[in-house]
């Protein structure tokens, strides 16, 4: 069975009692069982680490290489975590990046990330059901991967499909990154010719 990798960052250890009205009731053993669920109907598994440490996460990030892909909340370090970012970034599988809340309704400082540009996915506003849907979107993107490199699109039973259209990429208006996962709701790109 491919594994994948579920890695949470600083404070996200204490959800379901910190700040219940911003990040819900759901603790994260609830929310881990619930991705190993999803995960599951496709033949994966799932290594769960959570850590307040950027270092710890950095080392979980390279020992994880052997995993097919990743879900990451990397909680305040999407901010300046430099370090994970560029662990991140070697990270081989397509991975994709979750937060509870709407961080774009939030405080200014959290409406930058260093680390969104590099994710394949990213889900934000959803609380734990953004786990659900992100493991979601990793699996049918395995799933293409694995179409792709079998063969040429169109040659037969499991040819890849395009990637999925607008809408893919949930969250609130920010930058969307194209990583073969559709483009979401168009929020965060420049506008063609004749915009306003």
């Known amino acids: 069975m491919a594994e994948i ?3 949470n960052g600083p404070n996200l250890g204490q959800l379901g009692t910190r700040r219940p009205e911003m990040y819900g009731t759901t603790t ?15 033949g994966h598994t799932v290594r769960c680490l959570q850590d307040e440490s950027e270092a710890a ?4 990030v390279h020992a994880a290489a052997d995993c ?15 370090s994970l970012r560029d662990a991140l970034e070697s990270f081989p599988g397509p991975w ?15 409406h930058n990330s260093v680390i969104s540009p590099l994710a394949s996915g990213v889900l934000c506003g959803l609380g734990a059901y953004g786990y659900q849907l992100a493991a979601l979107g990793l699996v049918h993107r ?3 991967d694995a179409a792709r490199s079998a063969g040429p699109a169109g040659s037969g ?12 990429a949930v969250g609130a208006p920010g930058p969307v990154h194209d990583h073969g996962l559709g483009t979401g709701s168009g929020a965060g790109r420049a506008p063609g010719p004749g915009a306003t």
């Open 5 to 7: 990798l579920l890695l």
């Open 57 to 60: 996460l950095v080392r979980a």
């Open 142 to 144: 395995l799933a293409q």
């Open 157 to 168: 039973p499991g040819a890849a499909v395009g990637a999925p259209g607008p809408g893919a």
């Open 28 to 42: 994260l053993a609830e929310i881990e069982r619930d991705v190993r669920k999803t995960v599951a109907e496709s």
């Open 68 to 82: 097919v892909g990743a879900i990451v909340n990397p909680g305040a370090l999407m901010i300046a975590g430099w």
């Open 96 to 110: 994709m990046e979750v937060h509870l809340s709407n961080v774009f309704a939030r405080e200014p400082f959290r």
